[in-house]
């Protein structure tokens, strides 16, 4: 560990005291839970926290994985002294799986990325904005194990390694401080029936925009691993902002096989920028502006419809065959069902085929940009993007 003992203090005390003043009120709302075992977040504003005390900053810059859990730390107890001052307890009950999330970052290009991050980002905690294109299931992951030397009878705990893929390895030696150096040991994890050392695990993959990509660029990807609460926060499609540490991983090393690594995020928080109401939500103005619209042209829809193509993907001069099309595909239809109770879907697929330099390309990228959960992708990455 790279921080010293005063500096953990510091960095505790100053944290503590920050969410006692802003967030006690959230804090005890997760109090009145009734699940004592879930895993509740407490959203921290990162310029504000920074703001308070710049040293705190500095180290979380330069040491995020360390800070992190001084964070958590410090939350359990300011939950704990919130619960003492409460004027009523009853009604609480101390929860002990909180989890600090930093978001709000300050703009800069050290902090804020819409580039998927490179080796050189390793170790820093970082915002990354992206499009989610694939999740996996959710799963159970055993994070630490106990075991108890087998000649001195000291227990100590295992924790798995994060950068090989949680992979558990014994110590060579016990690790007792009277100097046992014995190197048999037992596991005690799985001699209870209680998963005490278990939490919820899934890792999404996340796509570059293809909206703030030059032209010609083509969209990278890495995978984000999220835990506990994080979990099923986001589906494909969605258009999200991961705050967490830039990381590296490899699988078990084995002899005469190439050790590949990895760029991983390990998520602290994720915010969703797309979340949007399952119906369209259109105002009078709207209303009235489409009403006008369809009034003007009652006469000859087709001059009406002639004028909504001339406006999709200007970019691209004519092919109103083509802007037709597309606007259909984009329009959808209506799911029918027949006699028997089949049901017909009523979107349409689109083939575009072209010469190089047709415009092809570019009407794929209005549509995913006007289109509120798409995945581009193109060539090899069509069969991991699910289609």
């Known amino acids: 560990m790279l921080l010293n003992a005063d500096q953990v203090n510091l ?28 895993h509740y977040p407490v959203i921290v504003d990162a310029l504000t926290l920074f703001e308070t005390n710049m040293e705190i900053g500095e180290y979380f810059n330069a040491f995020p994985n ?18 003492q001052s409460a004027s009523q307890t009853h009604d609480f009950s101390i929860k002990q799986n909180l989890h600090a999330r930093i978001s709000g970052l300050p703009v800069c290009p050290e902090l804020t990325r819409e580039r998927i991050p490179k080796t050189r980002d390793v170790g820093h905690f970082l ?15 055993e994070f630490e ?16 390694d994060f950068e090989q893929y949680y992979a ?14 014995s190197s048999k040991f037992t596991c005690l994890s799985g001699t209870s029936s209680v998963p005490t ?46 705050y967490g540490v830039v990381m590296q991983r490899w699988k078990p090393f084995h002899q005469d096989v190439r050790c590949d690594l990895e760029i991983v995020l390990k998520a602290n928080y994720i915010q969703v920028n797309n979340e949007q109401l399952t119906g369209v939500i259109v105002d009078e103005e709207v209303q009235k502006e489409f009403e006008d619209f369809w009034e003007k042209h009652k006469h000859d829809p087709l001059a009406g419809r002639n004028e909504i193509l001339a406006s999709l993907c200007p970019q691209v001069f004519g092919l109103y065959l083509v802007k037709l099309a597309v606007a259909m595909v984009l329009a959808g239809g209506v799911q029918r069902a027949d006699a028997a109770g089949t049901r017909v879907r009523g979107e349409s697929h689109l083939l ?8 092809k390309s570019q009407f794929l990228k209005y549509a995913v940009k006007i289109t509120p959960r798409s995945v581009l992708t193109a060539g090899i990455g069509s069969t991991s993007a699910g289609i």
Do not use: W
């Not at 005390?13 to 009145?32: A, G, K, M, P, T």
């Not at 915002?127 to 992951?141: A, D, E, F, Q, W």
């Open 11 to 38: 960095i505790g005390q100053v944290f503590e005291s920050y969410v006692l003043e802003h967030h006690r009120n959230d804090i005890l709302h997760i109090l009145r839970e009734r699940d004592d075992e879930g």
């Open 66 to 83: 360390e800070v992190l859990p001084i964070f958590d730390s410090a939350l359990r107890r300011a939950a704990m002294t919130a619960l």
């Open 127 to 141: 915002s990354i904005t992206g499009t989610v294109i694939r999740t996996s299931l959710v799963k159970v992951l």
């Open 145 to 160: 194990r106990d075991y108890i030397c087998n000649k001195c009878k000291h227990v100590f705990v295992v924790k798995a």
């Open 168 to 181: 558990f390895f014994r110590p060579s030696t016990c690790p007792n401080e009277e100097g046992c150096n």
């Open 197 to 242: 050392s278990c939490r919820d695990y899934q890792e999404i993959k996340i796509q570059e925009q293809v909206q703030r990509l030059s032209v010609g660029s083509i969209p990278r990807s890495m995978m984000v691993v999220l835990e506990d609460d994080l979990v099923d926060s986001c589906k494909s499609g969605d258009d999200i902002t991961v």
């Open 352 to 359: 575009l085929v072209g010469d190089p330099g047709t415009g």
